[in-house]
C-alpha cells in the first residue's frame, strides 16, 4: 500500500519542467517536420498539376519562363506585379494574341522561371529581360505591358533600348517616388512591415502562409469574374513557394534602388497610355486608416498624373469598376488600349495624346 507521500513525489516526477520541456519540443518538432513534408509535396505535386504553358529560355546561368502566343508585329511584353507571376495575364493575353503576338514571362523568382542569381533591382531585371528576348528569338518593336512594379523594370529597358519600343502601357502602374509621399512613406517605413518581409519567408518551407490562406488571399478579390476564380488555384500554386517569397523580399530590400534606376527621365514623344485602377473601388483599404485612406487615394492618382506626364503623347484612363488588377477586372479594355499603340506601331491609326483624364 503506498502512502499519500509516496503519490504526491510520483505525481511531482511525472510532471517536473524538464520532462514538459522535453514533450513540448518533441510536438513542435513533429510539427515543423510535417510541416515541412506538407509543403513539400504539394509543391511537387503542384509542378506536375500546372506544367509551364511557355518555354524555358536559358539566358547564361538562369532559366526563364516565357510563354508567346499569336503573330505579327509589334510583339506585346508583358511584366507582372511584385509578387505576381505570368498567371495574372491569362485573361487578357489571348485578347491581345488575336492580332498581334504577345509574351508574358516571369521574372527570376517568379512562377516557372528559376530561383534569382542577381540582386532584384530594376536595372539587373531589364538586363535579364534583353538576355530572355535575345536568346527566345523575341525580336522587336515592342509595345511594353507593365503593373505595378514590373512598370520599373520596364522603363529601364526602354532607356536602354528605346529604338525597340514602340509604345507603353502602364496598368496602374506604381510611382518611382511613391516611398517619399504620404502616407505610403509611413506604410514603407513601418517596423512590423519590414519584420514581415524578414520573418515571412522563414515560415514558408513549414506550409504556414499555405495551411492559413495567405498565399490564395493574395489572389482571390471581391467581385472578381468567374473566369479568373477558375485561375486562383494556378496563381497560388506559383506564388506559395519558398523562391518567390524570397525574390519578392529581395525586390523589396532593393526597391529604393529599383525606384533610382526607373527614374530615367521622360519618354519624349513615346506613345503612352496610363490606365488607372477607380478611385470609387478602393485598394489600400488593408494598408490604411479610414482618414488615411483618402490621402492614399489622392496621392495615388496624383502619381499616375504625374507618369502620364512622362510622355508628350500620352492618354490616362481610369478603369470604371476596376481594381488595381485592371488586366483581371477589365481584360477587355486593357486589350483595346494595347492593341490601339500596336495599329499606331503598323502605321495603320494614328496615335493622338489627350492632356484630359478618360473615364472607360
Not at 5 to 29: A, E, M, T
Not at 61 to 79: K, W
Not at 312 to 331: C, D, E, L, N, Y
Amino acid at each position: 500500500m503506498f502512502s499519500a507521500s509516496s503519490d504526491l513525489s510520483s505525481v511531482q516526477n511525472r510532471f517536473r519542467p524538464g520532462s514538459f520541456l522535453k514533450w513540448l519540443v518533441i510536438s513542435v518538432g513533429v510539427v515543423l517536420v510535417a510541416g515541412l513534408v506538407f509543403q513539400f509535396s504539394i509543391t511537387l505535386w503542384e509542378g506536375h498539376l500546372y506544367p509551364p504553358p511557355g518555354e524555358l529560355v536559358d539566358i547564361g546561368g538562369l532559366r526563364l519562363h516565357i510563354n508567346c502566343t499569336g503573330a505579327g508585329s509589334p510583339t506585346v511584353i508583358m511584366e507582372a506585379g511584385p509578387n505576381d507571376s505570368s498567371v495574372i495575364w491569362q485573361l487578357v493575353q489571348p485578347d491581345i494574341s488575336k492580332f498581334t503576338r504577345v509574351c508574358s514571362y516571369d521574372r527570376a523568382g517568379f512562377g516557372w522561371s528559376d530561383a534569382a542569381n542577381e540582386p532584384r533591382s530594376s536595372l539587373n531585371i531589364a538586363n535579364e529581360l534583353a538576355r530572355l528576348l535575345t536568346r527566345a528569338a523575341v525580336p522587336g518593336p515592342y509595345v511594353l505591358v507593365g503593373h505595378d512594379f514590373g512598370t520599373l523594370d520596364l522603363r529601364v529597358f526602354t532607356a536602354r533600348h528605346r529604338q525597340d519600343v514602340a509604345g507603353m502601357v502602364f496598368v496602374d502602374s506604381v510611382h518611382p517616388d511613391i516611398h517619399n509621399r504620404p502616407p505610403f512613406n509611413v506604410a514603407a517605413q513601418s517596423t512590423l512591415a519590414n519584420l514581415y518581409y524578414q520573418l515571412m519567408p522563414w515560415t514558408v518551407p513549414f506550409g504556414v502562409p499555405r495551411i492559413l490562406g495567405w498565399c490564395r488571399e493574395n489572389f482571390t478579390f471581391p467581385n472578381q469574374p468567374k473566369e479568373w476564380a477558375q485561375l486562383v488555384p494556378e496563381a497560388t500554386a506559383q506564388y506559395c513557394r519558398l523562391q518567390s517569397w524570397r525574390a519578392e523580399q529581395a525586390q523589396v530590400t532593393d526597391e529604393h534602388g529599383s525606384s533610382f534606376y526607373a527614374n530615367t527621365g521622360p519618354l519624349g514623344d513615346l506613345p503612352l497610355i496610363v490606365l488607372s485602377h477607380d478611385p470609387e473601388v478602393n485598394d489600400f483599404g488593408g494598408f490604411f486608416s479610414p482618414a488615411d485612406l483618402v490621402v492614399a487615394e489622392r496621392s495615388w492618382m496624383e502619381m499616375q498624373g504625374e507618369l502620364r506626364g512622362l510622355s508628350t503623347r500620352s492618354k490616362w484612363i481610369v478603369a470604371k469598376g476596376s481594381f488595381h488588377w485592371i488586366q483581371i477586372s477589365r481584360p477587355e479594355l486593357l486589350a483595346a488600349e494595347v492593341q490601339e499603340i500596336v495599329n499606331y506601331a503598323r502605321g495603320t491609326a494614328p496615335f493622338q495624346g489627350d492632356p484630359a483624364q478618360e473615364s472607360k
